[in-house]
């Protein structure tokens, strides 16, 4: 029996057990330059029951699993680096429970941020973790997703209160609770969050929601160079205002935007604030940030209040990604990812400019300046390999000079398989203690080899 | 030799190992009603490598050792069940830097919060979780505390970054970095936070700090009722005023903090509340705060700015415990420490309270009720054994009626050797997970062995 075959007998729906090429081709990539590499079989559970059954019969067969959300990752996380079963857990979509009174949800994990926060806006509620792409929200937990409003409300671990995961075995776990917190036993619900399919699938999340703001303001301003906006985001962050988002885009991003929205942009480093609370309070924040800004050499200051205005205001932030694409078609996206001390921010950035324009390399920098987050982006010739060396070696020493100031390699992408020799780097002596977990929990290593933990 | 003899040979001390009687029982017991036991030797080592070297010496014979802070853990934590080595890290109470621009202090494990807040202070930024007593923070991330702050800044497991930990065998690792945010491979981080020094004795911690709120209101109000006054605290939990502190005091905790100290407040249910942020925004949330808790039926709202007059205000709530010691002299302290999603908050204070008068147990009630997590508070003799039997049944009722609910045994003080068995009914499907992990990382059982995981 083919292992199609082998897997009709758990699951047993055609549909749903599929070998075609196109299927298996689009289970094969993420949204990155990572070499895709189709899986042999892609299936699409219905029930917790169904990721069990296969799993079981994964772990017997010691066949690979990865599990599959909206394909977004940046790192390679869901190519199935040694073939096998991409599990795509998109069928398991629903919303299982808005509870208002609790500030929570509980959500199956094909779940996308978008679906969920439609579902808690019908009860002033929102979800605040937004990583860009409308990832799953099992893809958000496993990734250790966070984004643009984590300055504020902090990323997934945060807000995951507890979890359903089905280990290798096909045991069925769940961590964590309802309560706003526990202190009971060791923290599993923060160990499978972020451990990227290695160690169980997600099957259900318990996850935080906030109170729609009554009042928000979002606003921009232009810098006469990078290292102004910089150091102007740094002490916005250090200082008493309460900002949600708090994000720098770089001048060449903002002619990408322009180019790509027919808009008028001041083609400059620019900083993207926004501001949320009660009016009264928000109010005095907005004044504040705005002196701030201006001290700081920030001109063209705008602020908007309604909510049509402030899409359109924070429009070359969001469309950042697409406007580079597009103007780079037929390359491919690559990222890197370090998070530093907040003080060491514009140093860094001054570094991987610097950096970057030495090895001739085109790259564009955004940065979540609030969490001292920053990518510097390459549109990559896939045909060029001497071009993806070079960004592979400006990486490596973005990483080297974070990691030397405290930094880490990853703030948000996660490690999947770009960036083992970087954990490496980074938490060497972890490695063993990191490798005894994955043993225990997956003896036959059949969860997204290859991945988090190098060979 | 004697074990102190062969300790002696590592750390070479006279003065910091010790079996003297005094010094062991005063490391024999916390501040709970655990029944004490002696350690056989007490350890205050000086370095991380002290401290390697004692987990080696132990690690290789078998001997358990328990780390020890403040002695304020309240599930037994710091009791060496076994005997064997008390280790105090009192002596490493260096804060080795404050990095004010970076938002965060580094400090040795022996710190308490009351000296982390001095130097942080020196920079106009705070350290904020605040379990009551002034433990250290070593201890403090050990139990995975919290406090009355959680609910506007949350616990230990946000507010670590990284920590220095020595495995059982003597191996020296380091977790997380100084950057805001990691995705560096699985969070071991969030693991030792609320291990209960089972798997590791921390030995540095990086904290997060934030800035002093430049304004902050203290406010208080009575009920008719403790159901109205949970309610009250639920609604305003809801709303979208941030609170930064949000706790509820019974009838009978006012009584005797007035008996105590003397005062005149109304011996009814009541709420304190602290809101802090920017002026602007702070005087905005106490009007809508005030409206709030009035509709919901509170009386003699009071509200204070000054430094001194929000003590005085807070002074009840602060003083709970010990008033509620000074009324029973030669009583242990026993409390219960369930935390439910916020909507059950009220049934479960009403179930608790009718449950404790059934039982004719006196107990008193006090909440972090924006957290949902409430404690009932008993003073026992401890010559009567009924009298704790008949405690334990109230706290297993307790317990039970919480888990029915998604709630947790324990919200903030850890499981400890207390409640272990409701570790077991709350998490039975994960045991097998923690005990692996416990394996791994202490495979002859020397780490505070007894606590967390039931034999």
């Not at 029930?47 to 990752?73: I, N």
């Not at 940046?74 to 629903?94: F, K, N, Q, Y």
């Not at 903002?254 to 501001?275: D, H, I, Q």
């Not at 390459?378 to 070079?390: I, K």
Request: glycine share 12%; charged share 20%.
């Amino acid at each position: 029996m083919t292992l199609r075959e082998r897997l009709l007998g758990v699951i047993g729906d055609e549909r749903r057990v599929s070998d075609g090429a196109s299927i298996r081709a689009a289970h094969g990539r993420d949204v990155s330059h990572h070499e895709p590499r189709d899986p042999d079989v892609v299936v699409f559970p219905e029930t917790t029951a169904e990721v069990s059954a296969v799993l079981a019969l994964a772990h017997a067969e010691r066949v690979p699993v990865v599990a599959f959300g909206a394909g977004t990752s940046l790192e390679g996380h869901v190519i199935p680096a040694r073939g096998g079963i991409s599990l795509d857990l998109t069928r398991m979509d629903r919303v299982l429970d808005v509870r208002a009174g609790d500030l929570l949800a509980v959500v199956q994990p094909g779940v996308t941020r978008s679906a969920l926060n439609v579902r808690a806006g019908e009860h002033g509620l929102f979800f605040p973790v937004d990583p860009g792409a409308d990832a799953t929200l099992g893809g958000m937990a496993a990734t250790n997703a966070s984004g643009t409003t984590t300055v504020r409300y902090g990323g997934m671990r945060v807000h995951v209160l507890a979890l359903e995961v089905v280990l290798a075995g096909g045991t069925v776990v769940r961590t964590g609770s309802r309560a706003a917190k526990t202190s009971a036993g060791y923290g599993l619900t923060h160990l499978f969050v972020g451990s990227e399919g290695t160690l169980g699938v997600i099957t259900e999340l318990t996850v935080r929601l906030h109170g729609i703001p009554e009042h928000v303001v979002a606003a921009r301003a232009a810098f006469a160079d990078l290292d102004g906006a910089c150091a102007a985001a740094v002490a916005l962050a250090g200082s008493g205002v309460t900002v949600t988002r708090l994000e720098l885009v770089d001048a060449d991003t903002m002619r990408a935007v322009n180019a790509y929205k027919g808009t008028a942009y001041a083609e400059a480093p620019s900083l993207f604030l926004e501001l949320a609370g009660s009016e009264a309070g928000v109010e005095g924040d907005v004044e504040a940030a705005r002196e701030l800004v201006t001290d700081a050499g920030g001109s063209g200051w705008s602020e908007e209040r309604e909510s049509e205005a402030r899409s359109r205001l924070w429009d070359a932030r969001h469309h950042a990604l697409f406007a580079l694409q597009h103007a780079s078609p037929g390359r491919l996206h690559k990222s890197t990812d370090v998070c530093v001390p907040l003080s060491e921010l514009p140093g860094a950035i001054r570094h991987a400019r610097a950096a970057a324009d030495r090895l001739g390399l085109a790259a564009t920098i955004i940065a979540h300046a609030g969490d001292g987050n920053y990518h510097v982006l390459f549109m990559l010739d896939p045909a060029d390999p001497v071009e993806r060396a070079t960004a592979e070696e400006l990486n490596d020493e973005i990483v080297a000079w974070a990691l030397q100031r405290g930094g880490t390699c990853t703030g948000e992408h996660g490690i999947g398989a770009g960036k083992l020799r970087h954990l490496t780097a980074e938490h060497g002596d972890l490695i063993p203690l990191m490798r005894g977990i994955k043993e225990l929990l997956d003896p036959h290593g059949i969860l997204n080899p290859g991945k988090v933990l190098p060979d």
